[in-house]
């Protein structure tokens, strides 16, 4: 089997120096381990991890100046948010999880990797009740409309919402749109990509409320 590294290359995308390609690798061996007993991700090849969830974590790590607060919105097995932390060590990351067993999953695996972030147990939108970060990432939680429901009143906590979408994207729009929850709101689509082997192009969405200054 290739190295995650030659992965890397096969699909001549940039490789990351080699304290952060190993910090990965080390990742994705204790993530696959953890997934035979918890549920946590479906990627369980180089290949795939490298096409979708690296590619996905670098578009979004290009949009996040250095030393950020960063809050994941359902982490899961940690994509965004974890392998964010890997390649952006300047960044604060938390990792957010409503699910027990995988927030106690991830705890295990950043323990292992030796990494610097915090992981809690909580649905996102309750910790922004209290804490307030500059950028909130979120992939695969739910369509816009729910997003936008469960961050309804915490939006300046949240900061700069960078949702990972697929070709849906403008049905999901209208469709929280149709609801009235973007009347506040301003969207904005800040990449556009091809992920390898993919025949549609994911995107970026930023989502703020309107007059949103910070930083
Ligand atoms: C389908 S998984 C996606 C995980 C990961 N973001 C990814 O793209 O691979 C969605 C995860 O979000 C968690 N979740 C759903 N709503 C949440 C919320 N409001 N706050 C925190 N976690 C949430 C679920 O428990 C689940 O583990």
């Known amino acids: ?20 390609c190993n910090k990965l690798s080390a990742y994705c061996d204790a993530l696959w381990k953890a997934n035979e007993t918890v549920n946590l991700t479906r990627h369980t090849t180089y290949e795939k991890f490298v096409s979708r969830d690296l590619v996905d974590t670098i578009q979004v790590s290009r949009l996040i100046p250095a030393g950020r607060a960063v809050l994941d919105m359902g982490s899961g097995g ?10 952006r060590p300047d960044l604060e990351v938390t990792l957010s999880e409503s699910v027990g067993k995988k927030a106690v999953a991830l705890e295990a695996i950043a323990k292992e990797i ?5 992981i809690c147990n909580s649905r996102a939108e309750k910790l922004l009740e209290d804490f307030s970060y500059d950028f909130t990432t979120v992939r695969a939680v739910g369509p816009l409309y729910k997003i936008c429901t469960w961050l309804d009143g915490v939006w300046s906590s949240a900061g700069k919402v960078l949702a990972i979408k697929g070709p849906n994207w403008k049905n999901e729009k209208n469709e929280a749109a149709e609801k009235g929850l973007l009347k506040k709101i301003d969207i904005e689509v800040v990449a556009e990509y091809s992920s390898p082997g993919a025949d549609w192009n994911s995107l970026i969405l930023q989502l703020s409320a309107k007059g949103y200054r910070k930083r």
Not at 1 to 20: F, Q, R, Y
């Open 78 to 87: 940690g994509v965004p948010g974890m392998v964010l932390a890997i390649l």
């Open 1 to 20: 089997m290739s190295s995650l590294k030659e992965t890397i290359e096969a699909l001549e995308l940039p490789v990351p120096e080699d304290g952060i």
């Open 114 to 118: 030796s990494l610097d972030a915090e």
